[in-house]
């Protein structure tokens, strides 16, 4: 039997086992970590310890193609709020944790953000949004205000004490020296969102929050202007708080872009089509709000100047757009005036498209210079059920080809279309391809609308539910003849297809790059011209067209508008029908006639009349362009 003693003793060896067995597994796990795992270990201790701060490149700047600075960067004061500071990173817990119930309440966000929101002009709820932001980086201060009032800095920063976190940083932003001048080339700059995220190379190395271009030029060439960012290692302690700077990296600036716009061009290009808008309202074509200008080098491509109406600001996506200006941008009552209409908007040429049909005409035999028509202003030959009218409703009576571009006569160009539709081989449509209509031109813009060249297979497609109206009809290709029907062309398509007749029917592709510069200010990198298409028209079918297109300037229906200028210039007027809108005016030319180097298409949606309204446009753009008196003409034309 034994005694209370000897089970005592017992009892006390298997605890002395256990505590040995514990131990040896202490010991053991210890010399796991120590030895087995000690470098794993170690960097996950130097990660908890160190954290890391991406710097911002400042992007490159954009200059005109004399050097003129167009877009470039400021320094400017910004109100940031620092994440780590004990009060507002409480909050953002609060707001990222699952339980909605721990969401800071207004009167948490009015104790912490209420001082700092006041003298913002801004709301403790606006504030804490953009404090709050997950996608930014967690120890980078939030920009909450940029091109803060120095009073309101010096009253920040007096009273640092009551404002919890805040913070004055010099901050780059962009400048725009011409104000709008130019914005649809331009562009504009804001946060990256998530689509372009994802669709961004991944070693270009974004992240959530940064600046980025969103349209025109500082989109297009993002990954030029958008410099290496620089990086900076902090030594934080348990609680996150920085402590200290290990290391610094500096950003690589972006590089800068020298733009074929000239900038002295581009003014007179905004206000000539602001001008037109105002003669439309002038002659009752009071719903004329919108428009676009393109000037181009024939020989080249380049884009001397594209303006496009309305217009707006860049400056105002600085620091982030309101919802309410974002709002008004993109109200349908404030005709898109982001839409660069130059390349986003495609239109019935009208009348302009009557320089193509006339070669189409040229080259496949079906007219020639001289041959002649009959006009009594309405015109049957498809049926008397089905007439058209010449917009001269009394006729022109026995006119030429050649007239019938000065004139700007419909009936010449119903009869060369019908001939077209019944020869049956889609002549007109290829050939108005050859110019490079129908497809993009490639235009380094984005978001640029191919336009259309109707044909048989395009109707049947567009009415795969409308069995009925999938037939190709002889009105089909008459009304394309015009420059009316379901034919559509971008500004800049008209202006690339002119320069092409200018050019000997090649026509180059368009650009707005001119040059990249390397960091010594030096070019590194220009843009090479190449063909967009050629047309393969013969030189004496060119000839015969300039010449006529130089008598609608010097006696036709753009008479009006060109008196007393001292260059010749071929060109020519259009006025297009679009269902439920007012009169839509075009004007297209090339200058000087004999020995051109530029083109211009000029369009005021819903503003009349192409002599009256757009061709004294053109003129003045021109003018500055050949040195010629920029003058205000008032016109009238009935010619459509």
């Excluded at 202003?377 to 007239?403: A, L, R, V, Y």
């Excluded at 279309?417 to 129908?438: A, D, I, P, V």
Aim: hydrophobic share 40%; net charge negative.
């Amino acid at each position: 039997m034994t005694t209370f003693q000897q089970q005592l003793k017992s009892r006390f060896a298997a605890l002395g086992l256990i505590v040995i067995l514990v131990l040896a597994s202490l010991l053991l796990r210890l010399w796991s970590m120590q030895v087995l795992s000690g470098e794993t270990y170690a960097a996950q201790a130097k990660n908890n310890r160190i954290r890391e701060i991406s710097l911002d490149a400042p992007r490159g700047r954009i200059l005109d193609r004399n050097g003129k600075e167009l877009v470039t960067n400021r320094a400017t004061l910004a109100v940031s709020v620092d994440p780590a500071n004990d009060d507002v990173r409480k909050l953002i817990i609060e707001a990222q944790s699952a339980d909605k119930t721990d969401d800071p309440t207004r009167a948490d966000l009015e104790r912490v953000f209420g001082g700092v929101a006041e003298l913002l002009g801004m709301t403790p709820a606006e504030v804490f949004e953009k404090v709050s932001d997950s996608r930014v980086e967690a120890l980078r201060p939030r920009v909450v205000a940029i091109d803060v009032p120095l009073e309101v800095i010096s009253q920040l920063s007096e009273r640092q004490q009551e404002f919890p976190g805040v913070r004055i940083d010099e901050v780059a932003v962009r400048e725009y020296p011409y104000g709008s001048l130019g914005a649809h080339v331009i562009g504009y700059t804001g946060e990256i969102s998530e689509k372009q995220m994802a669709a961004s190379d991944p070693t270009a190395g974004y992240e959530l929050g940064d600046i980025v271009g969103k349209a025109g030029v500082e989109s297009q060439y993002e990954n030029v202007l958008q410099g290496d960012k620089g990086r900076r290692l902090i030594e934080v302690n348990a609680s996150g708080k920085p402590q200290r700077i290990i290391d610094e990296q500096r950003p690589v600036p972006g590089r800068d872009i020298k733009l074929t716009i000239d900038i002295e061009v581009q003014k007179v290009a905004e206000q000539a089509l602001a001008d037109a808008i105002t003669e439309a309202h002038r002659q009752n074509f009071r719903n004329a709000e919108a428009g676009a200008a393109v000037v181009i080098d024939v020989k080249t491509g380049e884009v001397l100047a594209m303006a496009s109406a309305p217009t707006y600001d860049p400056a105002t996506f600085l620091g982030g757009i309101s919802q309410t200006e974002w709002t008004r941008l993109t109200d349908k009552a404030s005709e898109y005036p982001l839409n660069n209409r130059a390349v986003m908007a495609a239109y019935p040429p009208a009348s302009t498209f009557k320089a193509v049909t006339g070669l189409a005409g040229l080259q496949t035999s079906v007219t020639y210079s001289g041959k002649t028509y009959n006009c009594a202003g309405k015109w049957t030959e498809m049926g008397k059920q089905w007439p058209k009218w010449c917009w001269n409703h009394s006729g022109h009576g026995t006119i030429s080809f050649d007239g019938g571009i000065e004139e700007s006569c419909d009936t010449v160009f119903y009869e060369i279309g019908y001939e077209f539709y019944k020869r049956k081989k889609e002549e007109l449509q290829s050939f108005s391809r050859t110019f490079g209509l129908g497809t993009d031109t490639g235009i380094d813009l984005p978001g640029e609308v191919s336009g259309r060249i109707p044909d048989a297979a395009w109707k049947k497609a567009f009415n795969e539910n409308y069995p009925e109206y999938q037939t190709w009809l002889p009105g089909d290709t008459v009304n394309m003849a015009i420059g009316q029907g379901d034919l559509l062309v971008t500004p800049l398509q008209m202006a690339t297809t002119y320069a092409g007749i200018a050019n000997g029917g090649v026509v180059m592709k368009p650009h707005v790059l001119r040059d990249v510069l390397g960091s010594d200010g030096k070019v590194a990198r220009s843009y090479e011209p190449s063909v967009l298409a050629d047309s393969g028209v013969s030189a004496e079918n060119l000839a015969i067209m300039r010449s006529a297109l130089v008598r609608v300037t010097t006696q036709g229906t753009g008479a009006g508008a060109f008196r007393g200028f001292g260059v010749t210039v071929a060109g020519k007027t259009g006025t297009a029908q679009v269902y439920g809108k007012d009169d839509y005016a075009w004007f297209c030319a090339f200058a000087p006639a004999q020995s051109p180097k530029y083109a211009v298409a000029v369009v005021v949606e819903q503003g009349g009349h192409g002599g009256s309204v757009t061709a004294p446009a053109a003129r003045n753009i021109l003018a500055k362009l050949l040195g010629q008196k920029i003058t205000t003409v008032h016109t009238t034309d009935n010619s459509r």
